[in-house]
Nanobody
Framework: DVQLVESGGGLVQAGGSLRLSCAAS????????IGWFRQAPGKEREGVAEITWNGVPSYTDSVKGRFTVSRDIVNNEKIAVDLQMNSLIPEDTAVYYCKARSRANSYWGQGTQVIVSA
């Protein structure tokens, strides 16, 4: 079974840092891109960062220069994808979700809460 488990959320002051981790298992890493999304209260879920199956990162404009996505391939079916978040601002407050997508399937994690206080 495919599992995506996020961790690392919490409460931080503006200007601080957090590191989120997504432990993905049960999928063939060469078939999947893995991304981070977030959903703030009353807003739609939005893409934040993604790393493709071949290791190419991308970011939404609002986090460029502040967030870094990285990948650690444990084995062919187990991957850790981290999101290093620096210079956090209150607008980064949201539930952060990990998503694995291929051409045929997509899977979501359960989410982890990030709260940035002013």
């Amino acid at each position: 079974d495919v599992q995506l488990v996020e961790s690392g959320g919490g409460l931080v002051q503006a200007g601080g840092s957090l590191r989120l981790s997504c432990a993905a298992s049960g999928l063939i890493f060469g078939d999947y891109s893995i991304g981070w999304f977030r959903q703030a209260p009353g807003k739609e879920r939005e893409g934040v960062a993604e790393i493709t199956w071949n290791g190419v990162p991308s970011y939404t404009d609002s986090v460029k220069g502040r967030f870094t996505v990285s990948r650690d391939i444990v084995n062919n079916e187990k991957i850790a994808v981290d999101l290093q978040m620096n210079s956090l601002i209150p607008e980064d407050t949201a539930v952060y979700y990990c998503k694995a997508r291929s051409r045929a399937n997509s899977y979501w994690g359960q989410g982890t809460q990030v709260i940035v206080s002013a």
